[in-house]
């Protein structure tokens, strides 16, 4: 079972950063990809990046791209989401999500961490 813990959301103007971070306990995130999604209120969830834990390959949304940057840190067993340049329309809920490399669906989520982006 992995257990996966948000943290680094809050309140900032736009044009600012903030620096999410997603730790895992109960394993590692060996054979993982870890993704981060976010949430609107009133729209899909969207997937704006995300990890392959073992070679460290990123991938990013078009809506992120330039902007954010994902990262691991192999000894904290923690993936990173710097935001910089934050739009109002980054605001949402931010979760991560992890699922094995060869499986479809992300099986293990967050309890996720409030971005808000004041203009």
């Known amino acids: 079972q992995v257990q996966l813990v948000e943290s680094g959301g809050g309140l900032v103007q736009a044009g600012g950063s903030l620096r999410l971070s997603c730790a895992a306990s109960?394993?590692?995130?060996?054979?993982?990809?870890v993704g981060w999604f976010r949430q609107a209120p009133g729209k899909e969830r969207e997937l704006v990046a995300r990890i392959t834990w073992d070679d460290g390959s990123p991938y990013y949304s078009e809506s992120v791209k330039g902007r954010f940057t994902i990262s691991r840190d192999n000894v904290k067993n923690t993936v990173y989401l710097q935001m910089n340049i934050l739009k109002p329309e980054d605001a949402a809920i931010y979760y991560c999500?992890?699922?094995?490399?060869?499986?479809?669906?992300?099986?293990?989520w967050g309890q996720g961490t409030q971005v808000t982006v004041s203009s």
């Open positions: 109960g394993r590692t995130f060996t054979n993982y990809v």
């Open positions: 999500a992890a699922r094995l490399v060869w499986a479809g669906a992300y099986a293990y």
